[in-house]
């Protein structure tokens, strides 16, 4: 069997597609850090410190989905150790807390939001715990790690992602946890078979940055050795350090899933890329930074690179220390919205001629007008070359092209370029790898009658599920 046979032959999970379909989500930072002024805790914190006296989480969930995310994933329990549910395994929680009286439990809260505004609920959980004495202990902590986690995944409806980061540092005595991955996988598995586990797990991979930087091409099918990369404890942070949060993907990996780079690996996984940063400087809250919420233009760019680059886009945005977020976060969160509906409004292509040179009975080029999977294009057997081009009776102004490939069919695109007509001759404007499943080129306002789509060369015959041309 050749390379390309074995590469196409990797398909995403039901749920691992899922995941992807929701493009855009939150991560929130939240826990006794918003009181303390710091980014991480040390395990030594007075639950009585913990008291966001005017907490709304339907106010977090209403701001999130002005920005069209799709979904939350909550901090249930950072590097600090402090639960914000009434965990039972621990006195080092909510519940401890002045928060509703000592009743208080901001996992139910949030998860409760999210089904009342539509949006998908998941949890981070640190393996590496600084209140717990058991840390360190091997097998022992590991039970209460998993208590922790099963009441997180039993207690709270559909969980669609548990987020690990493979934080690992010393306990109080002085030895680092050995984390039990496998049987962690195990218990969400049996008790949340549709969530996805991320970073530190088999479905969803860290793009390798904590900052928003991006890779020119993100592939989804890469070696099976890369589930294990963040696992590894020596590479993993062990102390609060900015050079972590901010360090750059470097030119030796910038390239994970050609040909080239997978012609000499023998297994295979679909492991496609998030890329998660913070709306602001730090994860969680410091008042000294509401005046420091990243541009509009920024986060744009981070979206079109992720988003736009066979990634998904997981934004974090931390409540203050009453329990909100804040006014200029908010706001940023509502410009993203509206920039991106405006960038999306208009579908050209649903009055353009749309014509392939080549196609499958059955798969032709009308399949790639509506979003979906039920209807594609492919091209002809033993053609891994095509021309897509959508023309207009007068010239329209296009702002951006997006294309899907089907990957329930794999991952097969490996190059294609990106054609304007003008002056009755097409003119290159972008060349690029990866389609996957979404690709969006920025063609910025250009006048034309038409857009050409060059596919330069494929795994096997290149699909498409959809094709779509954006007035811009």
Same mark, same amino acid.
């Not at 509703?100 to 640190?126: I, M, N, T």
């Not at 002085?174 to 991955?181: E, H, I, P, S, V």
């Not at 360090?247 to 679909?270: H, M, P, Q, Y």
């Not at 007008?369 to 009776?393: L, Q, V």
């Given at each position: 069997m050749?390379?390309?046979?074995r590469l196409?032959k990797?398909?995403?999970s039901?749920r ?20 303390t002024?710091r980014?991480? #805790?040390?395990?030594?914190?007075d639950?009585a410190i ?9 106010q977090?969930?209403? &701001?999130?989905?002005?920005?069209g995310?799709?979904?939350?994933i909550l901090t249930?329990k ?9 965990s ?7 519940a401890s807390s002045?928060?509703?009286g ?10 409760d939001?999210?089904?009342?505004y539509g949006?998908?609920? #998941?949890v ?7 209140n717990?004495?058991l ?5 022992a902590?590991?039970?209460?790690f998993v ?12 969980i669609?992602?548990?987020?690990f980061?493979?934080a690992c540092g010393?306990?109080p005595n002085?030895?680092r ?6 049987r962690?996988?195990?218990v969400?598995?049996?008790l ?7 970073v530190?797990?088999?479905? *969803?991979?860290?793009? #390798?940055n ?5 890779r ?7 070696p099976?050795?890369?589930w294990?990369?963040? =696992?590894?404890a020596?590479k993993?942070?062990q102390?609060?350090?900015a050079?972590?949060?901010l360090?750059r993907i470097?030119a ?6 050609s040909?080239e780079v997978? =012609? ?5 996984i679909w492991?496609? &890329?998030?890329?998660n940063?913070?709306?602001?400087p730090?994860?969680f809250?410091? &008042? ?8 509009l ?7 079109y ?13 931390p ?6 977020f804040?006014?200029?976060d ?7 919205g509206?920039?991106?509906r =405006? &960038?999306?409004a ?7 001629s ?5 196609e ?6 009308d399949g ?5 999977y ?5 091209a002809e ?5 095509a ?10 102004? *296009?702002g951006?092209?997006?294309m ?7 991952q097969r695109i490996e190059a294609f ?13 972008f ?9 969006i080129?920025r063609l ?13 060369d494929?795994?096997t015959?290149?699909?498409l599920?959809?094709f779509?041309v954006?007035?811009?």
């Amino acid at each position: 069997m050749t390379l390309d046979e074995r590469l196409v032959k990797v398909v995403p999970s039901p749920r691992q597609l899922a995941h992807q379909e929701l493009e855009f989500y939150a991560f929130i930072h939240f826990t006794v850090n918003a009181f303390t002024d710091r980014e991480w #805790g040390d395990g030594t914190e007075d639950p009585a410190i913990f008291n966001p006296e005017k907490l709304d989480a339907e106010q977090w969930a209403r &701001a999130v989905q002005s920005a069209g995310m799709r979904g939350i994933i909550l901090t249930c329990k950072h590097h600090d150790g402090f639960c914000l549910w009434p965990s039972k395994f621990t006195e080092h929680s909510v519940a401890s807390s002045p928060f509703r009286g000592g009743h208080g439990d901001v996992v139910r809260e949030v998860s409760d939001a999210c089904r009342k505004y539509g949006l998908k609920f #998941g949890v981070y959980l640190s393996p590496w715990d600084r209140n717990c004495p058991l840390y360190g202990q091997g097998e022992a902590y590991d039970d209460y790690f998993v208590a922790q986690l099963t009441e997180l995944l039993t207690n709270y409806g559909e969980i669609f992602s548990v987020w690990f980061d493979g934080a690992c540092g010393e306990g109080p005595n002085g030895k680092r946890q050995a984390y039990d991955w496998d049987r962690y996988d195990r218990v969400i598995r049996d008790l949340q078979p549709g969530a996805c586990i991320s970073v530190c797990g088999p479905d *969803v991979r860290w793009c #390798g940055n904590e900052a928003g930087y991006t890779r020119p091409a993100e592939w989804s099918v890469v070696p099976q050795r890369m589930w294990n990369t963040e =696992k590894i404890a020596a590479k993993s942070q062990q102390s609060d350090d900015a050079s972590f949060r901010l360090r750059r993907i470097s030119a030796s990996d910038n390239d994970l899933g050609s040909r080239e780079v997978l =012609k000499d690996e023998t297994d295979f996984i679909w492991y496609a &890329a998030e890329v998660n940063t913070s709306i602001r400087p730090g994860w969680f809250w410091h &008042a000294s930074e509401n005046d420091r919420v990243r541009p509009l233009e920024e986060l744009l760019r981070i979206y079109y690179n992720s988003v736009g680059g066979n990634a998904t886009f997981l934004l974090n945005i931390p409540p203050t220390d009453e329990g909100l977020f804040h006014e200029n976060d908010v706001e940023r969160l509502r410009e993203i919205g509206e920039a991106l509906r =405006k &960038a999306f409004a208009v579908n050209l292509t649903a009055d353009a001629s749309l014509t392939a040179d080549s196609e499958e009975a059955g798969c032709v080029i009308d399949g790639v007008r509506e979003d979906g999977y039920d209807a594609f294009w492919r091209a002809e057997a033993g053609k891994n070359t095509a021309e897509i081009t959508a023309r207009w009776e007068k010239p329209v102004s *296009v702002g951006n092209l997006v294309m899907k490939e089907n990957i329930t069919l794999s991952q097969r695109i490996e190059a294609f370029a990106v054609d304007v007509l003008e002056d009755g001759e097409f003119r290159e404007v972008f060349r690029g790898t990866v389609v996957g499943y979404k690709r969006i080129v920025r063609l910025g306002g250009i006048k034309t009658n038409a857009v050409r789509v060059r596919i330069l060369d494929s795994r096997t015959e290149p699909t498409l599920a959809f094709f779509a041309v954006y007035e811009g």
